[in-house]
């Protein structure tokens, strides 16, 4: 069995093709793996880690803003679509795959295009509720199209009804207790803040979070983990220095946060983006969250990621637009003392969660490789 996967450009799409190939190497210790992805993206550092044979093709998107910078840009997308789909073909007919599975960005869109003309069996799964531009294309023809979220599917051109499956979870996260973590972390029965945006570090959510530090310091009332990312974690510790803050020990500040599995579990309230990956984590773990989508990235799909949780009452919304620490300060103190609002907003999170994605996936990938 050679199942070839073929996504990339950032980790959300990276990651669930990575989760899948590992499960299914799980069930098929001899099966064949292989990925094609861009040379110069998160992929080309990811796959080769997990020892899969990776494969390259460069490819680009459209820019749709017409500037004389973007004209130039579009001209070498163009060229580069006519010679990706080339060497995709090229690939496929090399290694001759069984199944293509695609989970996105631009590199999956020649990929599985030119599968579908070799008559290759061709998956699509699509990780958020606003699907990509990819996903778009390529619905129509695929033999399968996966879900994480219901909601995707409206905005679809379908000839077959889509398979909801969730997006992967990471078994870590699923094994640990609300118990086991705050144990593992010496906490006792006080609620817990998590708050994080991204591994790079987002400038508005550190600044506003450092705000709702700064509020709750010294009251010992909680405890709070910060994950700055790579970017932020200098431009927080100095607004305290500078504000001549000491931190009380309740408050964790990092720049990575390393064991998310066990600081998700102990939390009573999470503060974060809205990528489709991280929804899928805190409804596998029933965290009430307080969701500030990313207005920077394609199609505003954060957004609408985000709409899924708050329209159950799993999450309340603070566009970036709108985000100041008083804003923040003022939402945090609203849901963090009150048990029956947290209780709820967990209970609905968990509602929503597919926790055996990877089971569901496979089982499309292994009934398009027997033809059952």
Known sequence: MHILFAGGGTAGHINPALAIAGYIREKHPDAHISYIGTPDKLEAKLVPEKGYNFR??????????????????NISAACKAVTSSLNARRILKEIQPDVVVGTGGYVSGPVLREAVKLGIKTVIHEQNAFPGVTTKMLAPS?????????????????????????????????????????NKLGFDSRPMILSFGGSLGARHINEAV???????????????????GKSG??????????????????????EYIKNM???????????????????????????????????????????HNAMTLKNIGAAEIIEEKDLTPQKLIDVVSK????????SSMSAAAKSNAITDANERIYEVIMQLYTGA
């Not at 879900?147 to 499956?165: D, F, S």
């Not at 705000?211 to 994950?227: A, M």
């Not at 849901?335 to 947290?342: E, R, S, T, V, Y």
Request: aromatic share 8%; hydrophobic share 40%; proline share 4%.
């Open 56 to 73: 390259t093709i460069s490819v680009a998107g459209f820019q749709r803003k017409i500037t004389l910078k973007n004209v130039g840009k």
């Open 142 to 182: 695929v033999d399968a199209v996966l879900l994480a979220m219901p909601e995707a599917e409206k905005y679809l051109k379908l000839n077959k009804k889509p398979i909801i499956t969730g997006n992967p979870i990471r078994k870590e996260l699923l094994n640990m207790t609300y118990e086991d973590a705050r």
């Open 261 to 303: 599995d066990v600081c998700m579990a102990a939390a009573d309230l999470v503060i974060c983006r809205a990528g489709a990956i991280t929804l899928s984590e805190l409804s596998a773990c029933g965290k009430p969250a307080v969701l500030i989508p990313s207005p920077y990235v394609a199609e505003n799909h954060q957004y």
């Open 335 to 342: 849901l963090i003392d009150n048990k029956g609002k947290l």
């Open 210 to 228: 450092s705000g709702l530090i700064e509020w709750h310091n010294g009251s010992e009332r909680f405890y709070h983990i910060h994950g700055t």
């Open 233 to 254: 974690y200098d431009s927080v510790i100095n607004y305290f220095k500078e504000k001549n803050i000491t931190l009380s020990d309740k408050i964790d500040i990092r």
